[in-house]
């Protein structure tokens, strides 16, 4: 897990509004229609991202960041860690200010691009990198708090 990530970055994170779900697929048993549909439930306006489809899970969903106006507030990226290094350039250009780099267990790795993190970081975009946003959202559901207590056990929980 790329550490020095803050519970207080974390929680700026999911505190917005507007947030871009940036590689999406169209697999219903993926993560991101879980994201998404959570995400919805806790009143976020969210905004699919994935240029090879149109639609999905019947959204609009947007080719690129930049297509989105007003600007999302943040963005979520399930891409490869290659791609996120272009994203969080789309990320920059459109204003966007809080990234999260989705990882889902510690022996993968995600969306995390270790320059993709510097990047963020030299451009003023609070980045969360390598964490699984369930574990955050309270209450944590289902299995995520089995998660999120196997992390604090093993002192992987961030602190404020």
Known sequence: MPANVSLNTIESFLSQKRIALVGISRQP????KSLLEEL????HEVFPINPAVSEIFGQRCFARLQEIQP?????????????TNSVVR????????HVWMYRAGARTQGSVSEEAVQFCR???IEVVP????????????HVHWVHRLIFKIKGRYPSK
């Open 29 to 32: 048993q993926d993560i991101g």
């Open 40 to 43: 919805r439930q806790r009143g």
């Open 71 to 83: 600007p999302p507030d943040a963005a979520l990226i399930l891409t490869s860690p290659s791609v």
């Open 90 to 97: 789309d990320c920059a250009a459109a204003g966007v200010k």
């Open 122 to 124: 030299d451009h003023g």
């Open 130 to 141: 390598g964490q699984c946003p369930f574990m955050y959202l309270s209450p944590v559901r």
